[in-house]
């Protein structure tokens, strides 16, 4: 049951062209959604999340949205550099003492200087 | 560097054997989760502490995995008769515990096992 969804495995963007990319989801008691960045031999590094009572944040060059009737968000960054390849996931959580983080499969970016 | 860390950060064993992954957190941070990942799928949870309390367990913990944080400090994660389906990436994450929902949950560089 893969209540978090990322269906490009993989994704090819031009330096200083936007990224987008995508997550959908299936619950909806998801409060919370994240985005992290993972290089390889690292852990996942944390970008940006997003509160469920919001539609849009931004910090610097990523931006996320939450379009919450489609269970759907996406996470854009412009411009692309080439420092930006990795995998990113996108993770939920649900409101609770735990606060654990339910990820989706990730998506690799890569970025063509 | 005052992030988490994680040792040893490879480990091959045969397997049958035992084997035990130590995670130091963020000093000061009272919540601490451990994660496995294998390949080509996101990491997924597997407990979760507050301080020592080990307050939920995936039912991917089988009974052969056991975790501890003793102090509330460092946790430690054993696997007992270890298992070829063990092989995976197994990562440790800590937070602050105090603004509750989102909030920011920082990973080490994990441990990956492989079992012969």
């Known amino acids: 049951d893969q209540q978090v969804k990322q269906n490009s495995p993989s994704l090819s963007v031009q330096e200083g062209r936007i990224s987008i990319l995508n997550c959908d989801y299936t619950n909806s008691m998801f409060d919370y959604f994240l985005w992290y960045k993972k290089y390889p031999a690292e852990g996942p590094t944390f970008l940006i999340s997003i509160s469920s009572i919001k539609d849009k944040n931004e910090d610097g060059r990523f931006t996320v949205f939450l379009n919450k009737s489609a269970k759907h968000l996406s996470l854009h960054i412009v411009p692309s550099q080439p420092g930006d390849s990795a995998v990113y996931f996108c993770?939920?959580?649900?409101?609770?003492?735990?606060?654990?983080?339910?990820f989706g499969t990730g998506t690799l970016l890569a970025v063509q200087p | 560097d005052t992030g988490v860390s994680q040792n040893p950060r490879h480990k091959i064993t045969k397997r049958g054997q035992n084997v035990t992954f130590r995670c130091d957190p963020i000093?000061?941070?009272?919540?601490l989760y451990w994660y496995r990942q294998t390949l080509g799928q996101g990491p997924e949870f597997l407990t979760y502490f507050q301080n020592e309390a080990q307050l939920e367990k995936s039912r991917l913990l089988s009974d052969r995995f056991s975790a501890e944080r003793p102090k509330g400090s460092f946790s430690t994660l054993e696997i007992q008769r270890t298992e070829q389906g063990d092989s995976a990436m197994y990562l440790c994450?800590?937070?602050?515990?105090?603004?509750?929902?989102?909030?920011?949950?920082?990973f080490g560089p994990g441990t990956r096992l492989l079992v012969l």
């Open positions: 000093s000061e941070h009272n919540r």
């Open positions: 994450a800590s937070s602050l515990g105090l603004a509750g929902a989102g909030e920011t949950q920082y």
């Open positions: 993770a939920a959580t649900i409101g609770g003492a735990t606060n654990k983080l339910i």
